[in-house]
C-alpha cells in the first residue's frame, strides 16, 4: 500500500483495513534537525486520532507525535530508542508503531497532495 | 585539548593552598583507602595555562555582547562578588547560634522585604534553588491552599501555549493535570478561550508577563480576575521581570504568587549548574503554607528563625543559596529605589531599538512595541537562502558576539529571540544590527559559507546530537 500524510507530519501505511505502521515524514525530521530522544506508547495502548501518541526530542525542541489513526497499538519500534538518529537518516523506514483496530481516521493527503502541502508552508 | 587528569607529572604541586591550621587526628586503619585518591598533580602554571585555554573556548558576558539577555545571564557587577566574599558572608557555619549571624539573617530578611516591594508580594522565601525549583515550590503552596480549604477537585493548571516549558513540567511534577490555553494573534492569552478553560477544577494559571514574545499582555487584570472568579489562584513566573522591576507589580496585576529568577534578574553569576536562587513570594492567603523557616524579626529588632505549623516543609537547606542572595541585595542596593526601575526602562528602551533598526531586514513575529525582548522568525529568510535561524546565530560568533535564543518561544517557527539587556551602550547594539544585517545579505549571495560558520572561533560547530546522546561526564583512565 502507497503511504498517505496527515497535515501534522507523520505517515501511515495501511497494510490492510484495520492495522497500519506510523512514523515521521522526512519534512519532519528535516524541521526538527537531530534527534536525540524518542518516547513510544506501550503495546496495548489506545490511541485516538489527533491526539499525541508520542513524542521526539531534538537538539532544538520536544515535539508531540500525533496519531493519524484511532486504535491499539499492536507493535512497538524499540530500536527506535536507542536510536532515535535512524529516523533523521531513514525516517520512511525508521516505523513509531503498528497499530490494529483501526476505527477511525484522520483526514489523510497522498504523496503529491502531501508535497504540495509542504512546499506551500 | 586535554583534560586536567592528562596533564602534569607525579610529584608536582604549588603553594596556592594554604596550610593545615587545625589538630590533625588520625582515622582508624580500617576506614582509610587502601590507594591514594587519582588527583591530578600539576604546577602552578599549568594549571593557570588549563583554565585560560578552556576559557578561550567559550564565550561569555565577559568576551563580548550577549543578546541571550537576563533569561541566561546579564551582566554581573563585580561589586556583587566582593560583598559576597566578605569573610562575615563567606566564612561562616549555616548552623552557627543565631546570636553570632544575625548579619547574615539581615540580609536573608532584608532581601525578602525588597522582593516583597517589587513584586506586590507580603511574604517571601529564600529557599527555591533556582526558576523550576520555584515554580514548583510555588505550585505546592497553590495545592496546599486549596487542599487546606477542603476544595479537592482542583486538579488543573491553566498554561498559555507560549508558556516556558517548565511550567507545565512543574504542574504535571506537582501532580496537577495541564491545561493548555492558546495564544491570540497578538501573542497574548487568548481571553474568550481562557473563559472556556476554566472552571470548578481549575486549580490556578501560570503566566509570564511580559510573555516570552516580549509582550506585555494588556488584558492582565481580566486574565486574573477570571481566573479567580472561577475559584482559581495565579502564579507569576518572574523570569522576564527585568523588563517591569520597579515599574509594575505582580501583585497588582492580581497574581497570588511568583518567582523570581534573582540570578538573572538581580545580576548573580550562575549557569554552568548554579548556584541560583528562586525565591517564591506570595500574598498574604498563601503565606501559612511556605516552606520550611522564615526570618522574622523580634520586637528588640534581633532576627530569627520561625516557621508556620501549616508549612508544607522544606524544599531545601533553610538558609536556601545564601550567597547568591548576598549577591542580589548588592544588587539591589547598588541601583536603588530610582536605579531599579531605570535598569528595566533601558533594557526595554534597548530591546525596542534593536527591534525598530532591524524590521527593515528581518520579520518580526509580533510588530508593536516589545518589553525587553523581541522575537524575529526566519521562516521566509530560510526559504530564501536554505539558511537557517541556527546558521545565523552561529555566523555572530564571527563577529565576538553570543547568539541569541534560538527556536523558542516553539509558537514561532525559526525563531530568534534577542534580549540585549541594559547594560549595552547605543555602539553595541549598532555594531550587533549591522553584524546582522550583514549576516542577511551575505546568506543570499553565499549561504553555504554561513552554514559552515563560525569560521573564526577556536571551536566550530560541535556535534550537538552527540553532546546529547552520549555525553562523557566522568573522567576514566581508559578514555
Redesign the interface.
Given at each position: 500500500m502507497a503511504k498517505l500524510f496527515s497535515k501534522s507530519h507523520e505517515w501511515v501505511e495501511m497494510t490492510d483495513e484495520t492495522t497500519a505502521v506510523i512514523g515521521l515524514t522526512d519534512y519532519a525530521q528535516k524541521e526538527l534537525g537531530g534527534l536525540v530522544f524518542v518516547n513510544l506508547p506501550e503495546e496495548g495502548d489506545d490511541i485516538t486520532a489527533g491526539e499525541t501518541f508520542a513524542d521526539v526530542e531534538s537538539v532544538k525542541a520536544v515535539s508531540d507525535v500525533i496519531s493519524p489513526v484511532t486504535g491499539v497499538v499492536s507493535e512497538v519500534n524499540e530500536e527506535l530508542l536507542d536510536a532515535p538518529e535512524s529516523i533523521n537518516e531513514a525516517p520512511y523506514e525508521a516505523w513509531f508503531v503498528k497499530v490494529s483496530d483501526i476505527t477511525e481516521k484522520e483526514e489523510l493527503l497522498t504523496e503529491e497532495e502531501y508535497d504540495a502541502f509542504v512546499a506551500a508552508l | 585539548m586535554d583534560l586536567i587528569f592528562n596533564i602534569g607529572q607525579e610529584g608536582r604541586k604549588l603553594s596556592l593552598l594554604p596550610g593545615c591550621d587545625v589538630e590533625t587526628v588520625s582515622i582508624s586503619d580500617g576506614l582509610r583507602r587502601n590507594n591514594p585518591p587519582k588527583l591530578p598533580q600539576l604546577s602552578e602554571n599549568e594549571i593557570s595555562r588549563h583554565y585560560t585555554k578552556l576559557a578561550e573556548r567559550t564565550h561569555g558576558v565577559n568576551n563580548g555582547f550577549y543578546p541571550l539577555g537576563s533569561c541566561t545571564m546579564k551582566y554581573n557587577p563585580k561589586v556583587n562578588e566582593e560583598t559576597a566574599s566578605l569573610e562575615g558572608f563567606a566564612g561562616i557555619h549555616p548552623l552557627q547560634k543565631e546570636s553570632t549571624v544575625q548579619g547574615c539573617l539581615e540580609v536573608t530578611h532584608k532581601i525578602s522585604q525588597y522582593l516583597c516591594e517589587i513584586t506586590g508580594m507580603d511574604s517571601f522565601t529564600m529557599q527555591p534553588a533556582a526558576g523550576a525549583h520555584g515554580e514548583f515550590t510555588g505550585l505546592l503552596l497553590i495545592k496546599a491552599y486549596h487542599v487546606d480549604r477542603g476544595d479537592m477537585n482542583r486538579k488543573k493548571i491553566i498554561v498559555p501555549d507560549s508558556a516556558h516549558?517548565t511550567n507545565p513540567a512543574s504542574a504535571a511534577m506537582c501532580g496537577f493535570d495541564i491545561v493548555s490555553i492558546p495564544s491570540s494573534d497578538d501573542g497574548c492569552v487568548d481571553i474568550e478561550a481562557l473563559r472556556e478553560a476554566v472552571g470548578y477544577d481549575t486549580a490556578g494559571l501560570m503566566l509570564t508577563n511580559p510573555n516570552t514574545l516580549g509582550i506585555f499582555d494588556k488584558n492582565i487584570t481580566e486574565i486574573t480576575k477570571i481566573v479567580h472568579e472561577a475559584g482559581g489562584l495565579c502564579y507569576y513566573d518572574g523570569a522576564n521581570l527585568n523588563a517591569v522591576m520597579g515599574i509594575v507589580r505582580p501583585g497588582d496585576m492580581g497574581f497570588d504568587c511568583v518567582h523570581v529568577n534573582i540570578h538573572k534578574t538581580f545580576s548573580t553569576p550562575h549557569g554552568g549548574g548554579g548556584p541560583g536562587s528562586g525565591p517564591v513570594g506570595c500574598k498574604a492567603l498563601l503565606a501559612p503554607y511556605l516552606p520550611g523557616t522564615q526570618v522574622s524579626l523580634d520586637e528588640n529588632r534581633d532576627c530569627h528563625y520561625t516557621a508556620s505549623e501549616k508549612s508544607t516543609g522544606a524544599v531545601k537547606q533553610f538558609h536556601g543559596n545564601f550567597l547568591v542572595n548576598v549577591r542580589a541585595l548588592t544588587y539591589l542596593l547598588t541601583l536603588g529605589r530610582e536605579g531599579i526601575p531605570e535598569a528595566s526602562s533601558n533594557a526595554v528602551l534597548n530591546a525596542n531599538y534593536m527591534r525598530v533598526k532591524l524590521a527593515d531586514t528581518f520579520d518580526i513575529a509580533y510588530p508593536g512595541t516589545c518589553m525587553h525582548e523581541f522575537v524575529m522568525s526566519l521562516e521566509n529568510f530560510k526559504k530564501e537562502t536554505g539558511c537557517s535561524a541556527?546558521d545565523v546565530a552561529k555566523g555572530l560568533l564571527d563577529y565576538g558576539m553570543h547568539p541569541p535564543t534560538?527556536?523558542?518561544p516553539?509558537i514561532v517557527h525559526e525563531a530568534l529571540m534577542i534580549e540585549p539587556t541594559e547594560t549595552e551602550p547605543k555602539e553595541v547594539l549598532d555594531r550587533c544590527i549591522e553584524a546582522l544585517k550583514e549576516i542577511h545579505a551575505k546568506a543570499h549571495e553565499d549561504p553555504e559559507h554561513l552554514k559552515g560558520a563560525p569560521h573564526n572561533t577556536v571551536i566550530g560547530r560541535p556535534d550537538?546530537?552527540t553532546a546529547?546522546?552520549n555525553p562523557i561526564l566522568c573522567f576514566s583512565r581508559e578514555v
Open positions: - | 516549558g541556527l534560538m527556536y523558542f516553539l550537538e546530537v546529547a546522546r
